[in-house]
Structures are given as structure tokens and as C-alpha cells.
């Protein structure tokens, strides 16, 4: 798998927080919380020379897996999964777990 060769980078954290802050978050969500992470990120490491924001939408849903694979990959040690569930008005939705 793609993401068991990534380490974890501050995107990474930042996704680790807005899941901590928030518990669950549904696609669109998530989405927009990964652009934003992403945008600050870029502008951290390009300064003045980054003018191409990342907009939610383009965020793919493979994004979305390889970020939540990594994280898992750390988060498991300390007992919590973010698993994703189907709502019933059929959103996909992503929840931070403990694991007992």
C-alpha cells in the first residue's frame, strides 16, 4: 500500500486534530478541512511563490484513503481508528473510535 512507505507530516497532525476537535466528519468536511490543512502547508513550505489554493472538490476520494491510512497507521498504537460508516441519507462519514 501507498501509504505504509509515508510517514506522517504536520497535514497529517492537523487531520489528527480536526478529528480530535470534532469526532466525525462527512465527506464534504473532510474534504474542506484537508484543502485548508493542505493550502496552509503549501504556503508554510513555498511562501510567496504558492498561489494555487486547493479547492475541496479537489480533493479525491484516494486522497482522502491514503490520509486516513496513514493516520490509522499511527493511531492504531494508541488504541483509536478513524472508521468510515455510510449515514442514512447515504453520506459517507469518517469517525474518530476508541478502541476498546
Known amino acids: 500500500m501507498a501509504n505504509d512507505k509515508r510517514k506522517m507530516t504536520d497535514a497529517d497532525r492537523a487531520l489528527v486534530q480536526a478529528f480530535v476537535a470534532n469526532r466525525r ?3 464534504e468536511q473532510l474534504r474542506k478541512a484537508l484543502s485548508d490543512i493542505l493550502n496552509v502547508s503549501n504556503k508554510l513550505q513555498q511562501g510567496d511563490d504558492y498561489e494555487t489554493e486547493i479547492e475541496p472538490d479537489e480533493i479525491s476520494q484516494e486522497q482522502v484513503e491514503e490520509y486516513i491510512g496513514v493516520l ?24 474518530l473510535e476508541f478502541l476498546e
Open 72 to 95: 490509522n497507521s499511527e493511531l492504531y498504537s494508541l488504541d483509536y481508528e478513524i472508521r468510515c460508516s455510510v449515514s442514512p441519507d447515504n453520506v459517507l462519514t469518517w469517525h
Open 25 to 27: 466528519l462527512d465527506i
